[in-house]
């Protein structure tokens, strides 16, 4: 049966409580989010009962298992919907769009009730959101944004994410909140190189240009050495790392990483070349891994920025919640934003 059929309107009003905070937007693609989370606040505060939905048939679909940021968002959304008595199936995308959309085809002729969708490519987001559409099943997109206009399409639809922005910025705060602003040898500029995720991913094109652009805004002139793509993966990002320290020694005074699995790696070059984070060169990264975090309490990552898995996945499955209850979303309203939090040495430690 389905679940939306079984909800009193009670529940469904007690469903619509998100208590995400929307973040700091700019481009068009941001618009919305911050009513709609005043919204749901406002619902929230409403006084609706707390309801215990559970029992549906939700279906997930993850880019890549292998993946050290979504292994952790994974077993927050595990966790969670299993704690709320629903019947979960994760699908291992395996970085192929094409098996995704046999796993989402597969999810529909089941008959799951909701889905739950990491996009292996945002570029395909047009043919995921025609196909729920088509079949009607209400879908949260996580992880990887499509555009405001991609998601107009279909009004039982949301992305639950972050803004990459912030967390760019956040990362050249990093650098700009050390003694020197990231110039160790004080030539005038902060030479640096840049190891990007997957550039197809908006997460790592944002956090790219606004790393460099925090740093930049402040007055600091900058200076690029190297950009290469690792594609989130810790073992690429130790390869680029040491080939450029290799190449550019201790010209190299940052290395920007577009998340903390190939900061992890970089530091494994790092330290195979005898330099010294925080000493002679910096090091930042995102997601706040475990074990970023415990490099940063030893002082071997400048800092890190908290993309928070477990928030996120609270955030999805309200979502889930309030489009299983009958909940639709106009369109410019269907991204809902959790906040970045950016973690030093001071911090880290809450976070561990
Ligand atoms: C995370 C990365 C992860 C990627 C997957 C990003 O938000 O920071 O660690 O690999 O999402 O799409």
Sequence with gaps: MKLTRTL???????MMVISLAACGGGADQKGGATEAATEAATQAAAGAEAAAPG??????????????????????????????????TFMDGKNDQAEQNNQINNFIAQEVDALIINPVMTSAADQIIATVKEAGIPTVLINREPTAEQMAAY????????????????????ILDTPN?????????????????????VDAQYRTEFSVKALTDAGMEVEELDLQRGDWDRNK???????????????????????DDMAIGALQAIQA?????????????VDAL??????????????????DAKGQAAGAVEA?????????????????YVDYVKVTPENAADFQ
């Design 273 to 285: 070349a005898n330099r010294k984070v925080n000493e002679d060169i910096y090091l930042v990264g």
């Design 290 to 307: 475990d074990a970023a975090l415990n490099e940063v309490v030893n002082g071997n990552m400048t800092g890190t920025v908290l993309n």
């Design 155 to 174: 009004d039982k639809l949301v992305y639950v994410g972050c803004d990459a922005r912030q967390s760019g910025t956040m990362q050249g705060e990093l």
């Design 55 to 88: 029992g549906g048939n939700i279906g997930v679909c993850i880019y890549k298992f292998d993946d050290a940021f979504m292994t952790t968002y994974r077993n927050a959304l595990q966790e969670i919907l299993e704690g709320k008595g629903y019947t979960v």
């Design 181 to 201: 602003k990231g110039d160790i040898n004080g030539d005038g500029k902060v030479s640096y190189i840049m190891i990007q995720g997957d550039p197809e991913n």
């Design 8 to 14: 009193t309107a009670m529940a469904m009003a007690s």
């Design 237 to 259: 990002g130790q390869e680029i790392a040491q080939n450029d320290l290799a190449k550019f020694g201790d010209e190299i005074e940052v290395i920007f990483c577009n998340n």
């Design 320 to 336: 889930m919640e309030a489009l299983l209850g009958g909940k639709t979303y106009a369109s410019g309203e269907q991204s809902i």
